[in-house]
């Protein structure tokens, strides 16, 4: 049973709008939730994060929100730019765990110029 | 400041074969981990280290060995290769900072068993 998912494989967007990147968690341990970044042919690299005592961490253009009660978190990118084109990994940790994180199989996002 | 580096960067085996891949990090963390990358999927945890001469299985262990003897290093070893092993291995590295546990990614190793 996977415990981090990303439903949306894919999401393609217009460069100056909005990016929403989705993700929904089962595990009632996970305290904290972090974003990564993956271009092709390189490791993924940390984006943003939050904990779970809060419920919007914002970095910039980007922001998580975090609904704790509907077990779902959000990737906001606003605005998108063309070099946002990437494949964008949620991941979940509990801090009992040895920092250890339960990935989504990812989004990829297009942003079209 | 290399951060996480990655060795070899490619590899083919035949099947039955055997190799070390050799994950480093030059950042002074105490957990180092061992992914692997599947086609549309997520990372899955093969291993991974709390310390220097600890090491503890992920959700992924079958087929694989790590050690680490020294604290910036971390080798993942695959003893008998099998075509189900082909995949992009990613060490990662991090330190318990806080509530964060951010984990700093090598470039990857592309792997190809045939």
């Known amino acids: 049973d996977q415990q981090v998912k990303q439903n949306s494989p894919s999401l393609s967007v217009q460069e100056g709008r909005i990016s929403i990147l989705n993700c929904d968690y089962t595990n009632s341990m996970f305290d904290y939730f972090l974003w990564y970044k993956k271009y092709p042919a390189e490791g993924p690299t940390f984006l943003i994060s939050?904990?779970?005592?809060?419920d919007k961490n914002e970095d910039g253009r980007f922001t998580v929100f975090l609904n704790k009660s509907a077990k779902h978190l959000s990737l906001h990118i606003v605005p998108s730019q063309p070099g946002d084109s990437a494949v964008y990994f949620c991941?979940?940790?509990?801090?009992?765990?040895?920092?250890?994180?339960?990935f989504g199989d990812g989004t990829t996002l297009t942003v079209k110029p | 400041n290399a951060g996480v580096t990655q060795t070899p960067k490619f590899r083919v085996l035949k099947t039955g074969q055997s190799m070390t891949l050799l994950c480093a990090q030059d950042m002074n963390h105490e957990y180092m981990y061992w992914y692997r990358q599947d086609p549309g999927m997520g990372l899955r945890l093969i291993h991974y280290s709390v310390g220097e001469g600890t090491t503890a299985k992920g959700e992924v262990p079958d087929g694989y060995n790590v050690s680490r003897l020294k604290k910036q290093n971390f080798l993942l070893g695959l003893e008998s290769a099998a075509p189900s092993q082909t995949s992009v291995y990613f060490c990662a590295s991090s330190y318990p900072r806080g509530s964060t546990y951010e984990q700093y990614f090598g470039p990857g190793t592309r792997l190809t068993v045939t």
């Open positions: 939050i904990s779970s005592i809060k």
């Open positions: 991941a979940a940790s509990a801090r009992t765990n040895a920092g250890k994180s339960t």
